[in-house]
């Protein structure tokens, strides 16, 4: 596909779905936007788009379509994105998959789900998935009314990786002409990894467990919340990971760099290479609140696809990973749940017996069939 | 043989309640301690000045830092002192030991006389000993100053085994003048499995960690940090402990059974099987704060000296304490101690080996063998 980009399908119309219709909407791409839940449209519908606050100016973009029809949004598009939680990408890529053509790029934001997509896409019967994505959602954003989005800061650093691996540098071409900021990595291996949330909200959230219900999270979750001894579980999650990464041969950096680099934290914070000084040292989260309550999603988004990816990871590779299992534990006892049954493990990606090269070899080079 | 003399090991809250309560009810206290800036203002006051339950000050006949000038002539030692400190103790006791020298060890949480004969055994003591435990701390007592303490109560219903468990009777005929609240339990495996603190402490600090670090403690610990998820977990850390327990045939109650026996909550919130209820309705813990930082006993002890020996007995039992092996880890990286390495073990309790049908002997002799 030669022709640059110019008709985005956006999936999802919460905050990160709403604050890209916005952003490239006033970049002067043609945007249309799908959801299932029409009350989360409505709004949006009666007044034709989105009002938005952000970095680049308070004002309305119009979104020229916004529907319920999967089908319809994607007419035409050059690039369907996918903005939404991990949980939900079994249901957007199912509701895509019928519609997608040879020539649009499929691309997720985040993604981090690893082989589940193009699981999914075969089940759908496209034998040849191609798809890319990015390992953190581009906008720190909050929906601040039904038909406004508020846009904190634009990221400028986001890693990103095709499936497979030998589409990267040419997806990436593409994907950079609408943000400038995607750098290129090998696979999706690469974007599972620099997954900051999936590192640090299931012990921070865990250690200050309860806080947060005696609270009801009435306190900074960051600046209050993760002190030394957070940090130190924080850092010892952080170690498992990068050795997970290191045996698959992956190439990913330290959390605190990873910080660092998307601007969160200063460069004195960086040099100690502690998550105890990252966080602490973080201008743009240090007023954050702590969640309400446990049932959220530091807890049951970043421990089934976050925390348990790694630990499948480190099975397949051969990699102890007490300290993430032991997180993963807990914080099912915490909340009731079996999240090694709910969460998603290689068998649920179809792969449950996969040796680690035939593993590394579909990552590079896709189904051949 | 009646006790007239007892050599204190330990001049903390217990070692100091415990010089005032048997000083002032006649028997000779011989009083240690490692290190003298302990025993100086004691010396200096002439002695322990008590309030609560006794009131005055009382003499002690001898406040030494030479173990061997203690335990001359004493007719019971009595070790109380922090769980950490059962092995240094064992180790300046061994060359004085003898197999009518009793022992007893107050607390012994979870293995402590174990432990101690282990200790006794790797420093050369092969002779029989003769030891007994108490689950807790006799006292529910604080320190006031330097040579002043507080007694508030005594423990009621205390249980009290004897290691090894055919010493019962002689061991009880000689504390329980001293003690009359013990109620003996069939052998230290009873009173290790029946220690409360190891259920709930570790969870707490645990899951208040951030709060305890950036607060230094600064809130009610069982009323508002024994939450329904913390409870959750105190309550998956209490089966694990009973599954352990059964499969060995060691008898032991539910924490919250023992929570009630204790005078800590209301038969309602016990019967509702809800730890974290049962905290926020415990009138004694109602106003007890967090401790100030995680430096603190409630993980070295309760963790090393309590989850460890439960997840060991788990090992020996082939049942498995997810929850119990995940507290001891996480407790682990955020203190940086490696606490199934360095707290008590199976090797440490001199137990490596045994068969899990030859733990009852193994209780009641003191030896595995034949």
Redesign the interface.
Same mark, same amino acid.
Do not use: S, Y
């Given at each position: 596909m030669a022709e640059p980009i110019r008709r985005i399908a956006i999936f999802g119309a919460g905050a990160g779905g709403t604050a890209a219709a916005a952003h490239l909407s006033t970049l002067g791409f043609a945007i249309s936007l799908y959801s299932e839940d029409g009350a989360a449209l409505e709004p949006l519908s009666a007044i034709g788009g989105i009002r938005y606050t952000a970095p680049f100016g308070d004002g309305f973009a119009a979104i020229g379509c916004i529907t319920g029809d999967a089908g319809e949004a994607m007419h035409g598009a050059d690039l369907v994105m996918i903005v939404s939680p991990a949980h939900l990408h079994e249901k957007w890529v199912s509701a895509a998959a019928p519609h997608l053509g040879a020539e649009q790029v499929l691309l997720i934001s985040p993604g981090h789900t690893l082989l589940l997509i193009p699981h999914v896409l075969r089940e759908h019967g496209v034998r040849r998935p191609v798809f890319c994505e990015t390992a953190t959602l581009p906008y720190l954003c909050r929906r601040i009314e039904p038909d406004k989005v508020r846009i904190s800061r634009v990221s400028d650093y986001m890693v990103f990786g095709a499936f497979p691996g030998r589409e990267t540098a040419r997806l990436h071409r593409l994907v950079a002409t609408v943000y400038p900021s995607v750098q290129p990595f090998a696979n999706v291996l690469e974007t599972v990894f620099p997954y900051g949330n999936a590192i640090h909200h299931p012990p921070?959230t /865990?250690?200050?467990?309860?806080?947060i219900?005696?609270t009801g999270g009435d306190?900074r979750h960051y600046y209050?919340?993760?002190?030394?001894?957070?940090g130190?579980?924080i850092d010892?999650v952080d170690r498992e990971r990068l050795a997970v990464a290191a045996a698959l041969g992956a190439r990913t950096m330290p959390f605190v760099e990873l910080f660092w680099r998307m601007g969160y934290t200063t460069d004195a914070a960086y040099a100690t290479g502690l998550a105890y000084e990252a966080f602490h040292q973080s201008e743009p989260d240090k007023w954050i609140m702590a969640p309400k309550s446990?049932d959220h999603r530091y807890l049951l988004e970043d421990v089934p696809y976050g925390h348990l990816i790694y630990s499948e990871l480190g099975r397949l590779a051969g990699v102890a990973t007490?300290?993430i299992d032991?997180?993963i534990?807990?914080a099912g006892?915490? /909340?009731?749940r079996d999240f090694r049954a709910e969460g998603l493990t290689l068998a649920r990606m179809g792969f449950g017996d996969i040796t680690r090269a035939a593993f590394l070899g579909l990552l590079e080079d896709g189904f051949d069939e | 043989m009646t006790v007239r003399s007892v050599a204190v090991l330990g001049a903390g809250h217990g070692g100091l309640a415990a010089a005032a309560d048997l000083g002032q009810r006649g028997y000779e206290v011989r009083l240690h301690a490692r290190r003298e800036e302990a025993l100086e203002p004691l010396r200096q006051a002439g002695g322990v000045t008590v309030e609560g339950a006794r009131r005055g000050l009382v003499p002690v006949a001898l406040a030494t830092t030479e173990i061997d000038r203690a335990v001359d002539g004493a007719d019971l030692v009595m070790l109380v002192v922090p769980s950490l400190a059962h092995r240094y103790c064992a180790k300046v006791l061994a060359p004085l030991m003898r197999p009518d020298l009793p022992v007893l060890i107050n607390p012994g949480h979870t293995g402590g006389a174990l432990g101690f004969v282990q200790g006794l055994r790797e420093c050369g003591y092969d002779g029989p000993a003769m030891t007994a435990e108490t689950v807790t701390l006799s006292y529910i007592c604080r320190k006031t100053g330097p040579a002043g303490v507080a007694i508030f109560s005594y423990v009621k219903n205390l249980k009290f085994a004897a290691f090894p468990a055919r010493m019962s009777r002689d061991m009880l005929e000689l504390v329980r003048p001293i003690y009359p609240e013990i109620v003996p339990a069939g052998s230290v495996l009873e009173t290790g499995f029946a220690n409360i603190n190891a259920v709930f402490h570790p969870p707490?600090m645990?899951?208040?960690?951030?709060?305890i670090?950036?607060t230094a403690g600064d809130?009610p610990f069982y009323r508002?940090?024994?939450?329904?998820?913390?409870g959750?977990?105190a309550g998956?850390v209490d089966r694990e402990r009973l599954a352990v327990a059964r499969a060995l045939d060691v008898p032991s109650a539910p924490f919250l059974e023992n929570f009630l026996a204790a005078g800590l909550t209301t038969p309602a919130a016990a019967r509702s099987g809800d730890i974290s209820l049962a905290c926020r309705q415990s009138e004694p813990n109602r106003t007890i704060k967090a401790p100030p930082r995680?430096d603190h006993r409630y993980m070295h002890e309760d963790v090393g000296y309590g989850l460890v020996p439960f997840a060991a007995f788990g090992d020996l039992a082939g049942v498995a304490t997810?929850?119990i092996?995940?507290?001891v880890?996480?407790a682990s990286?955020?203190?940086?101690i490696d606490f199934a390495r360095d707290g008590l073990t199976l090797e440490r309790m001199g137990l490596a080996g045994l068969a899990p049908g030859a733990l009852a002997r193994f209780a009641l002799e003191g030896t595995a063998d034949g």
């Open positions: 921070a /865990l250690l200050n467990a309860g806080r219900e005696a306190f209050d919340g993760i002190t030394p001894a957070v130190r579980l010892a446990l007490p300290t032991h997180v534990h807990l006892v915490v /909340l009731g | 707490g645990l899951m208040n960690a951030g709060w670090e950036d809130f508002e940090g024994i939450t329904p998820a913390v959750r977990v998956e995680l997810p929850t092996d995940a507290i880890h996480l990286e955020i203190m940086g």
